[in-house]
């Protein structure tokens, strides 16, 4: 059921699209209570804001500590007007429901990672907004709660069409927990790293909700016995140090690892990625699970363009770039379906009813989006067992692999080198490849970083065909790729993630029918690869970069 809004608060410290957002609702004839500057940014734009001390009858307090926390801002937050006697409470109260509340919160850890004193730290923890978003979220039953302002042109629209359905609404409930979570995890964080790890194992343990039943499920249970799931004892020192590992907190226990006899648990850096992702539906995350998730993510993300990647045991079966998300689905899919079966799926765009529709009858382990439309989350439900993940994007900085007595350290692996622009690319076989010809050699090269070397990947109109990968010599990954593809392997583009080192695996993927190459150049033996390409006339790009991943 959509509900009309009417009456909407809105306290941000991020000003963006503020105004505009005002405007709409203003325009419907919505009464909009502000705080403080927000009011100002509103009142500037030509709209009335009515002050939140002007419903509560109190000031804003202790250097602006107390604003919004008052019953008359969250009685009309918290009402559920399903229920007779809460209709009847706020009437005697004088309170007013609110249907809408637009909240982002204070900038902690930017203030952190400015190098900022400990008190300017401090006074950037929020604690009226979390409480409103926390409050709205709980209450999405009546009130649509929003926390990004990428979301103010939906609410907008929404306003306009008579408000949010329920679906909606409780899809921004669950991205503001989400919120939420990953804003007390990086508070957590720096907590313990300020005042030492006890912090840190509490925390896990549940005592700063940033574990316990909010995330994890039974996190706070294990922990607070001294006991994990697998039943060795933890308490004390061991704990701490496992509930704060290479910066990140503690959320969960897993019931296992990649084997049953395996303890394991996730860890969040606080924010977006697959480790603060909201589960909407479906059973309980395992370690693999989220592993291939990690991977289908980072295939799909890596596109401009709506994508789609089908991810199995953290390899690419297909790969596929369209106008929308279904088509870019049913073409991912089309590479591989045997090897789909189990897989996992994750898109770069909100997930619709057509792409929801076409997923529904493979078996998939899971799916992750940045959303899901209300239809589709309804469609991908009656899926019991298809675990639903909200995926807010993320730029990760680094890669850390662990290794005996230590761990590795990179600077993650993006797609942003100067070789990674076709218009630097150097042409050493062949003729210029026409748009077409160019567009799907620029898909191959942005989507082989998704395979394991030694990788291969086969395409055709922005949609892998087949895909040969993690194998111990180039030339086996060229069989599979092309045996893969089988007859769609003639005329199709091909993408190498590293130098072909003699052109015998060239030579299995111009004998199956492929009419241009890219790949990163750099062998001693070019120049026997290029002529193997000038030879059988096709075209061949190098691009001097590489994306090997091991």
């Not at 107390?66 to 809460?86: N, S, Y």
């Not at 940045?370 to 639903?388: C, D, G, H, Q």
């Not at 970083?449 to 109109?461: G, P, Q, V, W």
């Not at 750099?522 to 096709?538: C, L, N, P, W, Y």
Request: some cysteine.
């Amino acid at each position: 059921m959509r509900i009309p809004i009417r009456r909407a608060v809105i306290s941000v410290f991020d000003k963006t699209g503020v105004k505009e957002l005002a405007s709409a609702l203003h325009g419907v004839g919505c009464e909009i209570v502000s705080t403080g500057s927000t009011a100002e940014a509103i009142r500037s734009a030509g709209v009335p804001a009515t002050e939140v001390s002007e419903i509560t009858s109190f000031p804003e307090c202790l250097d602006g500590r107390v604003k919004t926390l008052h019953p008359a801002v969250h009685a009309g937050i918290l009402a559920d007007r399903r229920r007779e006697e809460h209709v009847r409470q706020l009437a005697e109260l004088g309170v007013e429901g609110f249907d809408l509340v637009v909240v982002n919160l204070y900038p902690f850890s930017r203030t952190v990672a400015s190098g900022a004193g400990y008190e300017e730290c401090i006074e950037k923890i929020d604690v009226g907004g979390p409480s409103m978003i926390r409050g709205a979220a709980k209450n999405h039953a009546n009130v649509a709660v929003v926390t990004d302002p990428s979301d103010y042109a939906r609410a907008a629209e929404a306003a306009r069409r008579g408000g949010f359905d329920a679906g909606e609404r409780a899809t921004l409930a669950a991205k503001a927990f989400a919120h939420t979570a990953a804003y007390d995890a990086e508070i957590a964080r720096w907590t313990a790293k300020i005042h030492g790890k006890a912090v840190a194992g509490e925390a896990a343990a549940g005592g700063a909700d940033v574990g316990g039943e909010g995330l994890s499920g039974n996190v706070g249970e294990a922990e607070s016995s001294g006991v994990a799931a697998g039943g060795a004892d933890r308490s004390g020192t061991a704990a701490e140090e496992e509930n704060e590992l290479f910066g990140c907190v503690k959320v969960a226990d897993l019931r296992y690892g990649e084997n049953p006899h395996q303890s394991a648990a996730l860890y969040s850096a606080g924010g977006g990625g697959v480790a603060g992702a909201v589960q909407l539906g479906g059973k309980e995350m395992s370690y693999n699970n989220y592993q291939d998730v990690d991977a289908a993510v980072r295939a799909a993300y890596d596109h401009a363009e709506p994508a789609v990647a089908v991810v199995k045991h953290a390899n690419p079966c297909g790969v596929a770039v369209a106008e929308d998300v279904a088509q870019a689905h049913s073409a991912a899919h089309a590479c591989d379906p045997l090897s789909a079966y189990g897989g996992v799926i994750a898109a770069n765009r909100e997930v619709d009813a057509a792409m929801a529709e076409q997923v529904a009858p493979i078996f998939t382990e899971a799916i992750a989006a940045p959303s899901f439309s209300a239809e589709a989350l309804k469609i991908l439900s009656s899926k019991k067992n298809l675990r639903i993940l909200q995926v807010e994007p993320i730029d990760v900085a680094r890669d850390i692999r662990p290794i005996s007595g230590g761990a590795l350290v990179q600077e993650r692996d993006r797609i942003d080198a100067e070789g990674d622009d076709p218009a630097q690319w150097r042409l050493v076989s062949g003729e210029p490849a026409d748009e077409a010809t160019l567009r799907d050699l620029a898909f191959a090269w942005r989507a082989v970083r998704a395979a394991k070397s030694n990788a291969i990947l086969l395409a055709d109109s922005r949609a892998t065909v087949g895909i040969g990968m993690g194998q111990v010599n180039r030339v086996d990954s060229c069989r599979l790729a092309a045996a893969r593809a089988g007859e769609r392997a003639a005329g199709s583009v091909a993408a190498s993630d590293a130098f072909f080192p003699f052109a015998d695996g060239l030579e299995v993927l111009l004998d199956a029918g492929v009419r241009a190459v890219v790949q990163p150049g750099g062998s001693i033996r070019d120049q026997e690869v290029i002529e193997a390409a000038r030879k059988a006339g096709v075209t061949m790009y190098l691009t001097g970069a590489r994306h090997f991943s091991h």
